[in-house]
């Protein structure tokens, strides 16, 4: 106790210079706290925003449908919507069909991909339907009802109302067409989603298929508590004799994890250059400050404290400057987190157009949620890192000669 | 046996890519409970022998022996512990850690040695009293004066009870009255607990209260004598 007694004293001593050090330090850690958890916050928004209206926390697929987009993987549902809605963590189930497939409409004909819903659970669940650019929602999924993507209504030069042609190839290789009359149109913001978008009732696109019954896709929407890596396990158990599986969103959907990973990346880069540029002033700080003590030093060692003593000394100076910048650090870290829980940045003033990121559209305001146990574990790193940048500082003034010392003036 | 027995002691320094001698062909023997002076002009050797009895330097060649044991052939550590433990230290000057007050200041060796603060503040507050400077255990070195801090360092050496206490030069910054009443504290305190005091100074005011007057001169022995007071 005496050590630190005496470490908090000598910090204390070059009143400015500690301060600075300190504020560096805390103020990093501010910024380091502020940011991850703005970060994790706004990733875990877009995995949400990104799996409702992508292929859900989890989704089940035939073989490898997953990369090939083989038609021909189709599996019947059956009652496996029933199973799965019964796993505890599982909030909604949504089978869907895709087919590839040409649109006309009286003037124009675009490629297109026919999308086939449940509409009731799709509404619920898909974000991009919460909220139609016009008209209204599918009411049925045997109808000749459809929405479309806006920006392939405006090619086809259609509104609401309107008629097209669909026209898909069907199990047999056979060519199946239909009119079907828009309900309404989407707008995503995603360019390649816009244009291609044509979703019709599950059962009417699976008929059009020839695979009356069967799905592509059984989209999983998890609660918010739950975990994927946890839920996992239960659904490869529940598939076990099925030619069904389970794939996870980040390997369903490689473009949102993947863009994930490389921001959270860069951002790891820039706290790494902050840590060392903050390592690089406390060596600083504590270099001049040791060299400043050197005649006081030799009077230490002269009067019998040992050189491992005298190291110790100053490497409690190094941890008293540690934990007094992690407290007021993780203090401010904390408030800073507060305000971006509470009111989050938004990025609509800075810009106007819709966000994607990795494929997906979120929200334009960023919310930080709490990651505490990142915030203890950044503290301790920082912590440690004091202590580090300590040691040569504490090193050079145990190896001094007591004698030659005290000469020093 | 005496206490402290120098040998043949020579002690060169390197100083570029010449050597500096500043002791040669010394020898040495105190007893206990002597009250020594090392006396000689500025350069003469007087640090030197009393960094090397200190053992807080080592000599280039010859042996100094303090109990019987050489002092020369201990490791760092050992040798931390042995000052810790058998030596007290006064300076010339700031002698004192800053930042500690005057009683943390005396308690310092205390400390090192694992001694609580209760019983540390006990055995220095009579301390205090004795050596005059009695409530001011709180001031920080800055707020007392040169006299009242070098009272404070021979606190802090005679704290732990040393059998020598090793002084350089400590009147060197005080005025002759103050001078005087160090010099007083110390014969006193020599008289009382029977502490061996070797010091060194190049004052003859000094010198001349010291019972044996040991001169040096370019780092040999020029003169032992014991005068009678
Ligand atoms: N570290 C050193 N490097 C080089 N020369 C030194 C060193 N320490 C002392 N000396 C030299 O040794 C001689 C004796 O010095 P010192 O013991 O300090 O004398 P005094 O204390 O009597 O003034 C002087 O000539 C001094 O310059
Ligand atoms: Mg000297």
Redesign the interface.
């Known amino acids: 106790m005496d050590i630190l007694t005496l470490a908090w004293k000598n910090l204390w001593r070059n009143r400015r210079r500690s301060f600075i050090t300190l504020t560096a330090l805390s103020l990093s850690l501010m910024l380091m706290q502020g940011f991850h958890n703005l970060a994790v916050g706004s990733y875990a928004r877009m995995i949400d925003s990104g799996v409702r209206a992508g292929s859900g926390h989890i989704a089940l697929y035939r073989g490898d449908y997953n990369r090939s987009r083989d038609e021909a993987l189709t599996y019947a549902a059956a009652d496996l919507p029933k199973q799965l809605s019964a796993v505890t963590e599982v909030e909604h189930v949504l089978p869907r069909v895709y087919l590839p497939g040409l649109a006309q409409s009286s003037r124009e004909s675009r490629g297109i991909l026919l999308t086939g819903i449940a509409p009731a659970d799709e509404a619920a669940v898909n974000p991009f339907l919460r909220q139609l650019e016009a008209g209204s929602l599918l009411n049925s999924s045997e109808g000749r009802g459809a929405l479309l993507g806006s920006r392939l209504a405006s090619e086809l030069k259609l509104s609401v109302g309107n008629k097209l042609v669909i026209t898909v190839q069907n199990r047999r290789g056979d060519l199946i067409s239909e009119l079907f009359r828009i309900r309404g149109i989407v707008h995503t913001g995603l360019r390649d989603v816009d244009g291609s978008l044509v979703m019709v009732g599950l059962k009417k696109a699976a008929s059009m298929g020839g695979f009356p019954g069967e799905i592509h896709e059984l989209a999983l929407i998890l609660n918010r508590a739950a975990n994927v890596s946890e839920v996992m396990p239960k659904l490869t158990a529940l598939m076990r004799h099925s030619a069904v599986h389970a794939v996870a969103w980040d390997v369903a959907m490689p473009n949102l994890s993947n863009s994930i990973k490389l921001d959270y990346a860069s951002q790891k880069v820039i706290f790494a250059i902050m840590l060392l540029i903050v390592t690089i002033g406390i060596v600083n700080t504590m270099l001049m400050s040791v060299m400043e003590r050197v005649r006081e030093f030799g009077i230490i060692l002269a009067v019998g404290a040992s050189p491992g003593r005298l190291f110790q000394m100053i490497l409690a100076e190094g941890l008293v400057m540690g934990i007094l910048s992690v407290v007021t650090g993780s203090l401010l870290g904390s408030l800073l987190t507060w305000y971006l829980v509470d009111h989050g940045i938004d990025l609509r003033r800075i810009m106007p157009q819709s966000i994607e990121f990795g494929g997906v559209i979120f929200d334009p305001v960023l919310r930080a949620i709490w990651d505490l146990p990142w915030m203890a574990k950044i503290s301790l790193y920082l912590l440690g890192l004091a202590l580090a940048a300590t040691i040569y500082p504490a090193i050079k003034a145990a190896r001094l000669a007591p004698a030659e010392a005290m000469r020093h003036v | 046996m005496p206490l402290i027995q120098l040998t043949d002691v020579e002690k060169i320094y390197p100083l570029g890519n010449q050597q500096v001698v500043a002791l040669s062909e010394f020898s040495l023997s105190i007893d206990k409970g002597e009250f020594t002076v090392l006396a000689g002009p500025s350069g003469s050797g007087k640090t030197t022998v009393l960094?090397l009895i200190?053992g807080?330097?080592q000599p280039t060649r010859g042996r100094i022996e303090i109990e019987g044991r050489d002092v020369g052939r201990r490791s760092?550590?050992a040798l931390?512990?042995f000052?810790?433990?058998h030596?007290?230290?006064i300076?010339q000057s700031?002698?004192l850690?800053?930042?500690?007050t005057a009683a943390e200041n005396a308690e310092?060796?205390l400390?090192?040695q694992g001694m609580t603060?209760p019983a540390r503040r006990a055995r220095i507050r009579d301390l205090f009293a004795d050596l005059g400077i009695g409530g001011l255990e709180n001031r920080k070195p800055r707020d007392l004066s040169g006299g009242q801090q070098q009272r404070v360092a021979v606190a802090?050496?005679m704290a732990s009870h040393p059998a020598v206490i090793l002084a350089d030069e400590p009147t060197a910054n005080l005025d002759s009255q103050t001078a005087e009443g160090l010099l007083d504290l110390m014969h006193r305190l020599n008289r009382q607990h029977h502490t061996t005091f070797i010091f060194s100074s190049h004052d003859p005011l000094v010198i001349s209260r010291a019972r044996r007057i040991v001169r040096l001169r370019d780092g040999r022995l020029e003169d032992d004598r014991v005068q009678q007071p």
């Open positions: 960094n200190g807080i330097d760092t550590r931390a512990d000052r810790l433990r030596i007290g230290f300076f700031y002698n850690i800053p930042v500690l310092f060796t400390m090192l603060k802090r050496a």
